[in-house]
């Protein structure tokens, strides 16, 4: 791994994982494997999940009942674990992207104030 | 499978799965498998504390703990069943017999009435403090309240959706084919609406009922009454019964096992305005300064205690300034309605309750330092456990969590299995208190069975014990020397470290000293039941029958009642077998008494003096002597001044001179003279003499209510029934109440038998379980000390020796315990003969017997285990070490 390359990657803030899951389940059911891809993927490979810490999220999700397991086939014939949402995730998706949305906002506000009116 | 499981059975596999496929996108983009490999799991990191973090999320870590400690602690106990049963039953007595015993007094004092919603319902009392002389006339209850003062209280707070008031004990005579007397209570005429109790049959009371005074002759009867008197005479209702000669229509009949709101039974229930109805001659719903109705209101939804305070207080307020005479004020003690509640009740019950639940708690304390004592001795068999875990890092606070969960495990079962043993034998032990009380003795409507409350006291009680007997172990043996710990060959804790060795000790001493209280106890109480069998009262008290007759509740003005006495007696006289008739106002030993403050000359103060309106010839009928004087001439009554003291009356009040002509005033300045002396006999108290008494004679204006006292010389059971018959014929719905003069003495040696028997239980309880732990000591400390006992013997002891050696270690906290205890109950024992009758303080033969018979209990348990310690051959002992 690159000196470059460490830099451009960030390390993901408490609890967003949980949402980011959340958020990629919505393109519907989903493998492990194939979640920290899309993660990877979708943003341009700049957050950088630690495989592992993805199962831990996973759980804590399932015993909230905001997405839910199913044994499954994947695309090339395996079985494997697929987790989707729940309405009860959908809810709390939309919950705590609006929080993010905040945050993000207000921090922006801090770090560049007058740009906000701008944009 | 639960959610939880299947998720971390499949976990495993869905990681594995996770690797394979960044493992082939890898290949794919053309790494050699090996490098693919290792890039994949590279970027998963840590597997195994990924698993964890996973697991973390399901379950707890301290629970995951203490599932693990409580299986670990089951496998443990079960390895070991000797001790573990030892154990549990040790608990389960301690425990048991505690919460047999809360349940009782939760069944009296805490439970709520046994009505709908009762946690609604508050009882009301007052108490009075009087700027200097204050004066209230008290009917059963000094709390209480007077009629008016009920009416305030009900038409001007904003808290009670109903506030009712009651008299009860009212004594009635139900006229029936044969007459007796029962309790009643007379209500507020919302007493069933308010308390939300409908009648089983019938109606409860409506408003009109209370409309007018003595108006409305309505009655509803409870359930016993209704089946015991009447057959379950379905048609009962409508129909009339006759109570104190008046009749009443029955308008109800209550539902089973509705029995009033007083801890003994209610046989019926009238208005409130047919009070003096019941009881002739005696206005009290006009009586503005008398305390005789008990109050029970229901508060509005929402309301608190403290809001019920405020208000009622209020109205207190208002009427303690609108109260003529000596200035007061009121305070009102106001709580959740259960069958005790009035401060009076409660001052009563606190101090009996206190003493007998600190001495059952003894027994558990027992039990406790028997366990603790199985505890360490199991302690150092894993001395080796122990130190391996913590020489593998295992934190002390950890092994203490531990062994305090296995404590707990076995205080647990045992708590449970005692529960469940008190519950079950519950019913028994009540059959056999109550079939030791006398048989008139009036029955309780405690409901004993188990709630909340009690199951919480078990529950709680358990855990205690399980950190008492558990805690002082567990520190201990999680404290150790590694080094020599795990070598084997460090000296077996307890048994050759002097502080273990004196740990156990205690242990054992404070148990025997804890048994010898309980024992010396039950010892004085059995001395004082027997001084109680064999007392001799000092008259003849065989053969005498005894007639109460109260002709005033019964309807009677007083020339009628003298009318009936009259011929009542002579019919009496002349029956066969009757030797001898006499009336009095008190029968010996009946629990009723009179007394009153005279005035001596010479003295400043006043003298208490009980007294008593005979006829003359009951001193000769009771067989007590008239030592000095005269006794009374059959034409002397209440007009003429002479009057009989007793011999130790006199002594008090006139010592060292003749008691004869000495003068005694009344407070109203009535004077007396002193005509007679009579020999000392216990006719007010049984077991004391001390109190002052005397005789004034008898005249008609106690024919009201009085005693007839007959000795006779035939059988008491036709005897009895023609003394009925010659009531009957006189007037047939007088109620004759016959019973034999030794029968009163059963009421007072029931309450000294009944607590007897419950401490003689405790003391040989108390001794089994010392026993048991002396037993246990020894032989733990015997089997530990094999190479020492080798040694002995290979240098040529014999085995007397031996065994003198083992029964002095042993006897040694016997003895230091038994002479603690001895002191303690010397020390309680004055408190006990105060509660007795018939108790000595310091009775010899209980304190000289009971130490006696624990030694002699002690020594056989040490000699027992003591014999395997003179058995040992030296050889094998020095060998196996």
Not at chain 2, 223 to 240: E, H, M, N, T, Y
Not at chain 2, 429 to 448: E, G, M, R
Not at chain 2, 735 to 757: C, G, H, Q
Not at chain 2, 797 to 810: E, I, P, T, Y
């Amino acid at each position: 791994m690159s000196t470059r390359e460490k830099n451009e990657r960030i390390e993901l803030l408490q609890g967003t994982l949980d949402l980011l899951i959340l958020r990629t389940l919505q393109l519907g059911p989903m493998h492990g494997h194939a979640i920290s891809k899309a993660i990877e993927f979708r943003s341009d490979d700049v957050l950088q999940v630690e495989q592992g810490s993805l199962y831990p999220a996973l759980h804590r999700l399932i015993k909230r009942r905001w997405i839910s397991a199913e044994d499954g086939t994947s695309e090339n014939n395996r079985r494997a674990k697929f987790y989707a949402l729940t309405s009860k995730g959908k809810q709390q998706l939309a919950v705590e992207a609006g929080k993010w949305d905040k945050l993000a906002r207000a921090i922006a506000q801090i770090l560049r104030p007058g740009e906000q009116e701008e944009a | 499978m639960t959610r939880r499981k299947r998720m971390l059975a499949e976990l495993d596999q869905d990681i594995r799965n996770h690797l394979e496929r960044e493992t082939q996108d890898n290949i794919d983009r053309g790494m050699s498998p090996e490098d693919a490999r290792y890039a994949a799991l590279h970027k998963f990191g840590n597997v195994t504390r990924v698993k964890e973090e996973t697991w973390k999320v399901w379950n707890p870590v301290w629970l995951e703990q203490l599932l693990q400690d409580v299986r670990f602690g089951i496998r443990t106990l079960l390895r070991s069943p000797g001790l573990t049963v030892a154990a549990v039953m040790a608990i389960a007595l301690g425990i048991g017999i505690n919460v047999g015993i809360f349940s009782v007094l939760n069944g009296l004092a805490m439970r709520l009435l046994p009505v709908p919603r009762a946690q609604e319902l508050v009882s009301v009392n007052q108490i009075f403090h009087f700027q200097g002389r204050g004066d209230r006339l008290i009917h059963n209850g000094a709390n209480w309240f007077s009629y008016s003062e009920y009416q305030d209280y009900r038409d001007h707070n904003h808290v009670f959706s109903g506030l009712v008031a009651y008299e009860p004990y009212v004594e009635a005579n139900l006229r029936d084919t044969d007459v007796r007397q029962v309790l009643g209570t007379v209500t507020s005429c919302n007493y069933f609406d308010v308390l939300i109790e409908r009648p089983a049959q019938g109606r409860g009371f409506v408003g009109s009922d209370c409309a007018s005074h003595g108006a409305n002759a309505v009655v509803v009867v409870s359930d016993d009454l209704w089946r015991g008197k009447f057959a379950a005479d379905p048609s009962l209702v409508g129909k009339q019964i006759v109570l104190n000669q008046t009749a009443y229509t029955v308008i109800g009949v209550a539902r089973p096992g509705f029995t009033g709101t007083e801890p003994i039974p209610s046989a019926f229930w009238a208005p409130l305005t047919m009070q003096q109805a019941l009881e002739p001659r005696i206005d009290r719903l006009s009586s503005d300064n008398m305390s005789w109705l008990a109050l029970l209101g229901r508060t509005r939804p929402g309301v608190t205690m403290q809001e019920v305070r405020a208000d009622l207080g209020v109205i207190a307020r208002r009427i303690d300034q609108q109260h003529s005479g000596p200035r007061r004020t009121t305070s009102l003690a106001i709580h959740a309605a259960t069958f005790f509640t009035s401060p009076e009740q409660r001052s009563f019950l606190i101090p009996v309750a206190s003493v007998v639940l600190a001495a059952f708690a003894l027994v558990l304390l027992i039990a406790c330092a028997n366990v603790a004592n199985l505890l360490l001795a199991r302690a150092s068999v894993r001395q080796r456990e122990m130190a391996l875990r913590l020489s593998m890092g295992a934190g002390r606070w950890r092994l203490v969590r531990q062994l305090l969960t296995e404590s707990l495990l076995l205080s647990i079962a045992g708590g449970a299995l005692g529960s469940i043993i008190a519950f079950w034998s519950f019913i028994r032990i009540t059959q056999v208190v109550t079939s030791h009380l006398p048989h008139d003795f009036p029955p309780f409507a405690v409901n004993v069975a188990p709630n909340l409350h009690v199951l919480a006291y078990a529950l709680a009680l358990s855990l205690f014990t399980g950190i008492a007997f558990g805690l002082v172990p567990a520190l201990r043996s999680s404290r150790l020397d590694l080094n020599s710990a795990i070598k084997g060959d460090g000296t077996p804790f307890g048994a050759g470290k002097r502080s273990g060795r004196f740990l156990l000790n205690t242990l054992v001493g404070s148990q025997v000293s804890v048994c010898m209280v309980l024992l010396l106890a039950a010892g004085l109480l059995l001395r004082g039941l027997y001084s109680a069998q064999t007392v001799d009262p000092g008259f003849e008290i065989k053969g005498v029958a005894t007639i109460f007759l109260n002709l005033e509740k019964q309807g009677y003005d007083p020339a009628r009642a003298t009318h009936f006495m009259r011929r009542f007696r002579e019919r009496i006289q002349g029956l066969p077998g009757v030797v001898d008739v006499a009336q009095a106002e008190c029968a010996p030993l009946s629990h009723d008494f009179s007394g009153s403050e005279f005035a001596v000359s010479g003295r400043a103060d006043t003298v208490g003096v009980e007294y008593n309106h005979i006829t003359p010839d009951y001193f000769s009928l009771l067989g007590i002597p008239i030592v000095l004087g005269r006794d009374f001439s059959p034409v002397e009554t209440h007009e003429a001044p002479g009057i009989i003291v007793t011999e130790s009356t006199a002594r008090r009040l006139w010592p060292g001179q003749d008691p004869l002509g000495k003068a005694l005033r009344e407070i109203s300045g009535r004077e007396y003279s002193v005509i007679g002396v009579a020999k000392d006999a216990q006719v007010a108290h049984l077991g004391k003499l001390d109190t002052n008494y005397l005789y004034f004679p008898a005249g008609t204006e106690d024919d009201s209510r009085s005693y007839v006292l007959v000795r006779y010389a035939t059988g008491f059971t036709s005897l009895a029934k023609s003394i009925r018959d010659a009531g009957r014929s006189i007037d047939p719905g007088v109620t004759v109440d016959v019973t034999r003069l030794e029968d009163y003495l059963e009421v007072w040696r029931a309450p000294s038998r009944i607590v007897a028997a419950l401490s003689g239980a405790l003391g040989a309880l108390a001794l089994l379980l010392c026993s048991i732990g002396v037993y246990g000591m020894v032989s733990y400390s015997v089997s530990r000390s094999v190479r020492d006992i080798g040694i002995r013997m290979a240098l040529g002891a014999d085995g007397a020796k031996v065994m003198r050696h083992v029964l002095w270690q042993a006897m040694r906290p016997v003895l230091i315990g038994a002479t603690i205890g001895v002191a303690l109950c010397a020390a309680v024992s004055g408190v006990l003969s105060s509660m007795m009758f018939g108790l000595g303080t310091h009775d010899p033969v209980a304190f000289i017997c009971m130490p006696l018979f624990l030694f002699a209990v002690a020594f056989v348990a040490t000699f027992i285990p003591g014999r395997r310690a003179m058995r040992v051959d030296p050889m094998i002992a020095l060998r196996c070490e």
